[in-house]
């Protein structure tokens, strides 16, 4: 007779868990604060419906549940073991505007899904097993990212309670609407000794999976990320009377800073860095442009590699600059250092992988994730679904299929039941 640790894996049906999750997260995306498209931001109508649904999705499935004081869903399916520690398996359920069904909320599905089959199969766990559906991650209403995951991982900034929306709405104001205890959240971080993990499924949000043909990858780190704004200053003449050889045209500068990006972050595999915002302020087709701004946006999976890149393009700019009698000034606007996966929980996964017959293949993250709030508290794992469409995702284009959500499950369902 096989062990109760194992009965769950060995009674799990051939296929199944890929539909539900896909049907769940249609069903989710009714919920939207535009008719038109899916849009859930944080604390409206939309979001606080979602919020609802899924904690009567996880009350069915037979979680202990509960909505805390910054609308993190939490499931619990509770070890025998009252002094276990706990492993986290989440993501988020609020969205950008006009988003695709996916991000975020296939990991809470994905979670759902299998902690309810666990629930069912009677499959023991030696752990507390939480499934949490965070509030927020994206920061699209108050500009305030992770506010659910950093309130469990003990990282709340009280500060971002006085930030107001576009129409003037201060978050701190719409939370004491809801009886909002700032001791409350302090005291929803979770203490590092007692956790065993933190685990996320989470699509891709790009095309690296899609181009190598694989349902499933093991993330290694989520990027770190540096931004700048960069103001270049030439000047500005007549397009038809000044010589190209005397010019000092501050949109000639800033293209070939763009290029200087482009060509540095393209040496290294997990390297990237973008151009995502060019202006000529009063530009006028007849007129040098006496002035450019542009933004840049520098992201790896190590520091290091990011620092040096960034060294090298700031380096660069200032010989550009010389070199075509302009200036360059460049100010940080933030950073965020990288977070590695456990090596624990990525040879977790991948032993997981290779029992569904699929290679393992690993791959670091250029998008921020709730994980990132846990690194350094506790061991954490990512685990990325192919995302259809060439990798469009924060887009109604974003998608993935039943049979690589299903392959995703698989994984999880056999990284808990075997998972100590």
Known sequence: ???????ATESA??????????????????????????????LSPAHKAAAA??????HAAGLVVQIDPVGNVVGRYPSAAPAAKTLIVGSHYDTVVNAGRFDGRLGILTALAVAEYLIRAGG????????IGFAEEEGVRFAAPYLGSSAIAGRFDAAVLQRSDKNGARLGSLLQERGFDLAAVRGLARP???????LEVHIEQGPVLLDKNLPVGIVTAIAGSARFHITVRGTAGHAGTVPMSLRHDAAAAAAEIVLTVERRCSKTATLVGTVGQLAVPHGLINVIPGSCEL????????????????????????????????????????????????????AAL???IARTGIAPFHLASGAGHDAAMFGGLTEIGMLFVRCGNGGVSHSPLE???????DVAARVLLDVLVNLT
Request: aromatic share 4%; with cysteine.
């Open 350 to 352: 991948a032993q997981a």
């Open 399 to 405: 998608t993935v299929t039943a049979e690589d959500v």
């Open 1 to 7: 007779m096989p062990s109760p640790k194992h009965r």
């Open 192 to 198: 590092p000794a007692t956790l065993r993990g933190y």
């Open 124 to 131: 023991p766990l030696p752990f507390h097993l939480d499934v």
């Open 13 to 42: 049906p051939p296929a199944g868990f890929g539909a539900k999750i896909l049907d769940m997260a249609r069903q989710l995306a009714q919920f939207s604060e535009t008719p038109d498209g899916l849009t859930c931001t944080y």
């Open 53 to 58: 649904q899924l904690r009567d999705w996880m």
């Open 295 to 346: 933004s840049l946006d520098v992201r790896a999976g190590d520091d290091g590699i990011r620092d040096g890149a960034i060294a090298d393009i700031v380096a660069a700019a200032q010989n550009i600059a010389a070199r075509r009698g302009v200036t360059v000034e460049i100010s940080a606007i933030g950073s965020h250092p990288a977070v590695p996966c456990s090596s624990a929980m990525q």
